[in-house]
């Protein structure tokens, strides 16, 4: 006969040992399926059954997966790489949306293509306010289109940048870029690459506020590292380790992007423009000077490096002060620490939003004072817009009438 309490110690004993099993079984389970679910990121092509699972899978937290018959499609905005985006209407709450119609090679048998599973995976996994919604994935009336549901945005900055008659105010620029950081200290954190980050993939509203969207190239660098391929980045925005052939990349390469894109904030024209990536390579150089053993010691022995010009004497050295002369030195700080050839230097999104040139006069606008402007998105027309200068702004620190 067992006692009463050797009987509770055995239950215990059982309840614990049960809560372990079914501990083990779960962690198990969950590695079982991040484990499918990378299987299916690593894959270039997928069936119509990969597609349906890995959607019904990640759409877990969405709203629905309806179809498409519940929105009005008002507009086309832009024809991308992959794919159609419109601006349309919820008919159920009457909410502007954007529907972004995913483009098929051939069929949906054929394949979906990775680009569209990896943006609504890195869309569902990192969420933050300058970072664009995705609100749900429907499908078409056949059932084979997808369509990812998002936030709409009224301008792309790309767009903006080229029909604006005057540039950005430096107190505008300054809260365009901590808005940028901020949702690049996000992705980082949570160990994601963009890979593709330009102006026309910052999305931007008419209160001020800047969205990062096509996450169609994001990665995350989870263990175990996988193989990350080069051909990431529009040429414009690409880092030069890229360019060079480096083997392996890291969170730096955004670092990089978000650079130029400072720098054409504040001039509104691309900073380098190169054709090839041996042009592109050399305008860098000219730009900020070759590296030497001590700056990037490990650039000798990147697999392209042997095929970069060495830039002439004269340009040595960096340009970046002549080029922008209106800016602070703790600007020219910033953008040279955002250009640093050597990614091991290049100065982190955290480290970024920390830099004094926020912080010093003139002071980062509120974005709700920012001028609007007319949408490219909305159909609507270049016009006139008026706003008031920085040092109106300070004085009155009210939004304009
Ligand atoms: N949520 C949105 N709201 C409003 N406009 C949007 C939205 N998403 C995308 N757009 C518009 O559509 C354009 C293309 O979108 P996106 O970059 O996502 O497509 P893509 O096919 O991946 O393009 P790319 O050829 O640049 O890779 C954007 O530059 C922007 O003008």
């Not at 078409?140 to 997808?146: E, L, P």
């Not at 102006?199 to 190239?217: C, Q, R, V, Y």
């Not at 900073?271 to 053993?293: A, C, M, V, W």
């Amino acid at each position: 006969m067992t006692s009463k309490w050797e009987r509770i110690k055995d239950n215990d004993g059982f309840a614990a040992e049960d809560v372990r099993r079914e501990q083990e079984w779960r962690k198990r389970r969950k590695l079982e399926k991040q484990k499918k679910q990378a299987e299916l990121l690593h894959k270039e092509s997928y069936s119509s059954f990969d597609v349906r699972s890995f959607i019904l899978n990640q759409s877990g937290q969405l709203h629905s997966c309806d179809s498409i018959d519940s929105y009005e499609v008002l507009n086309k905005i832009e024809e991308g790489s992959y794919g159609i985006v419109y601006r349309a209407r919820d008919k159920r709450n009457k909410n502007i949306i954007a529907l972004k119609k995913v483009k098929l090679e051939k069929d949906y048998v054929e394949g979906f293509p990775i680009t569209s599973l990896r943006e609504i995976q890195s869309l569902k996994l990192v969420q933050h306010d300058n970072i664009v919604k995705l609100l749900d994935v429907v499908t078409g009336r056949s059932g084979k289109d997808v369509y990812l549901v998002m936030e709409f945005m009224e301008h792309d900055l790309a767009t903006l940048l080229k029909d604006m008659p005057e540039d950005f105010l430096q107190s505008e620029v300054k809260t365009l870029m901590l808005q940028l950081l901020a949702a690049v200290a996000t992705l980082h954190h949570h160990w994601f690459v963009h890979r593709d980050l330009k102006p026309s993939n910052l999305l931007m509203n008419n209160t001020g506020e800047i969205k990062i969207a096509d996450f169609g190239l994001a990665r995350s660098l989870g263990e175990p590292k996988p193989q990350l391929t080069r051909l990431v980045v529009t040429l414009w925005y690409r880092a030069p380790e890229l360019l060079l052939g480096a083997p392996s990349y890291g969170k730096e390469i955004d670092m990089w992007s978000v650079g130029c894109i400072f720098a054409e904030l504040l001039t509104r024209s691309p900073l380098f423009n190169g054709r090839s990536e041996l042009d592109q390579l050399s305008k860098i150089f000219n730009f900020l000077g070759y590296p030497t053993h001590e700056s990037w010691p490990q650039f000798f022995l990147l697999p392209h490096a042997s095929q970069v010009k060495q830039p002439s004497v004269k340009s040595q050295h960096s340009q970046l002060r002549s080029a922008f002369p209106f800016l602070t030195a703790a600007g020219h700080d910033l953008l040279s620490r955002l250009l640093t050839l050597n990614p091991a230097h290049r100065i982190t999104a955290e480290e970024a939003l920390q830099h004094p040139y926020f912080t010093e006069a003139p002071r980062p606008k509120d974005p709700r004072f920012f001028p609007t402007f007319p949408s490219k998105a909305k159909g609507e027309h270049r016009k006139e817009w008026n706003r008031r200068s920085d040092e109106e702004y300070t004085h009155t620190q009210r939004p304009p009438n």
